[in-house]
């Protein structure tokens, strides 16, 4: 064949912000099910002990028995502990308890930040897209991710702290650039849990995007009843009610990821 053309590779997305509630796994899940709508194919990592975005998927108990950490530990492959799901294009690699204390067991392993990276060479030709969806912490668990992603995504809640520790996680992203990945880049920020009855959402709005500028997507996550109750159906809220606010929202979230990954790309 004459053909030249280079391998597609999956781009490798961390969805991180070390503080918990924030809606990264809530954003994992929902973002990567409609990328999964545009006949995408993509893979969620869940890089947490707690496992929520396992569970929010309707992973059970049984199919987690090999997990990340077994795959962080080099005792399986991504391929091994990979489930696929009822969503069309849409595969897991779940989290397991084991997580919790693979960081102390990683401390005495060769290229210990990279665990993650190396793990994920042998799979990018699988997918177009990879989320990472991050502990609520910036331990070794998060820097993995940041040494194995092409890029970041951070979800900030619209309440007073939004900004708070902030600048923290932006100069881990730095040293991570410095120290082990160069190509990193602050892929976006997704302001989440917005009240529109709220004027302290606005302000918190506002002012995210004076600190952050375009960085920042034009879409807005609202706070949505029916996006809380989806993970209790093990479901995408997309799959539970499609027609909601919060379904609607992460769907344009989805078509502005992927102009903006055009974007980049060209
Ligand atoms: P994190 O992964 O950052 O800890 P989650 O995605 O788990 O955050 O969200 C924290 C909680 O807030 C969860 O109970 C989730 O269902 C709820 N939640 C997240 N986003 C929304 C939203 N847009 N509207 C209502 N509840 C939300
Ligand atoms: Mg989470």
Redesign the pocket.
Known sequence: STSSAVTPTARVIAIA?Q?????????AINLATALAATRRNVLIIDL?PQG?ASTGLGIDRASRATNIYHVLMGEASLSDTAITTDIPGLTVVPSGVDLSGAEIELIDFDRREHRLRDALAGSLESFDYVLI?CP?SLNLLTLNALVGADAVLV?LQCEFFALEGISHLVKTIERVRQAFNPGLVLQGIIL??FDKRNNLSDQVAADVRDFFGDKVYNTV?????R??EA?SHGKPVLLYDMKCS?SEAYLHLASEVLKRERDLRT
Do not use: L, Q
């Open positions: 912000n503080k918990g509630g924030v809606g990264k796994t809530t954003t947490d929520n969806d609520p979800p989440t849990m996550i609202p706070r949505n009843v996006v809380s993970p919060g």
